[in-house]
């Protein structure tokens, strides 16, 4: 079974921190990158124009 950090919700120009935030909690762990990221967009303008209310999921697959 593939294990991933994952953030759920970031707004639009917030990746940069979103991701250093993953790496933090990777880091902390004692958690290793094994793999690429994933972004996943779960809301977006096909469901609404009101982007605070967009959801994109980043997975990071990770290894102990």
Avoid: C
Avoid at 19 to 29: G, K, S, W
Avoid at 35 to 56: A, H, L, M, N, P
């Amino acid at each position: 079974r593939r294990r991933h950090a994952a953030f759920k919700r970031y707004w639009a120009g917030l990746a940069p921190q979103q991701y250093r935030r993953l790496m933090q909690f990777i880091d902390e762990n004692g958690l290793r990158v094994s793999d690429f990221s994933r972004e996943i967009t779960i809301i977006d303008y096909g469901i609404t124009q009101d982007t605070e209310k967009f959801v994109t999921e980043i997975k990071i697959p990770v290894e102990k």
